[in-house]
């Protein structure tokens, strides 16, 4: 019984996190072909021709529309089309803080220049002596760093993460001095959120590696005394 429990574990390790992947990718493109899928010509759907769905195809169509849009943004008639219609949110008062604060989350998220959450660090929280992990969201000088510097002489803003959901968290703005930066990745940090301390970096492992990258170190020569 004891090895058969242990076949079942094994199994279970190997299988869950392959169908849970599945289940989420699968959901996501039902979900996205729930949304495209009506707005696309009777004609130009193949659903209308077999006799059975074709899971993916709005979701192909959405890249592709996607991809369409940013290739006609990209020249002169398409900012042209883009700054009027930024320009008619403008006019709109709830509608342009939605609108403006959305797009700068998502022009920081995917510029490739952004700086945001490259790195991982320790802060005490929330008591002395207890140590939590923190996402550095940005090194840049802003108007909380200038006010904070009336009373911190250097201050850095970082994200907590909450467990078992990273999406959210707290922004804090905290003493440079106080940050201990860590060498894992994000990703590496993140899943060590998600699970709760459970799936920990093999920094054993790395520090084996660096070092043999290092190579041997050699002794110093003896002097004539020694």
Known sequence: ???????FLTGFVVTAPLAITAYIAWSFIGWVDSWVKPYIPGR???????PFAVPG??????IVLITLVGFLTANFIGRTIVSYGEYLLD????VRSIYRALKQIFETVLSNKSDVFKKVGLIEYPRRGAWAIVFISSERQSEVNSRIGEHIEDS?????PSTPNPTTGFLMYVPRAELIELSMT???AAKLVISAGLVTPEYQKKTEELAREAGP???PPLSAAE
């Open 44 to 50: 130009y759907n193949p659903d209308n021709y077999l």
């Open 91 to 94: 006019r709109m008062p709830l």
């Open 217 to 219: 170190r050699v002794a």
């Open 186 to 188: 994000v990703e590496e």
């Open 156 to 160: 850095i803003a970082v994200f907590l």
């Open 57 to 62: 195809f709005g979701l192909i169509v959405a």
């Open 1 to 7: 019984m004891t090895r058969i429990r242990n076949y």
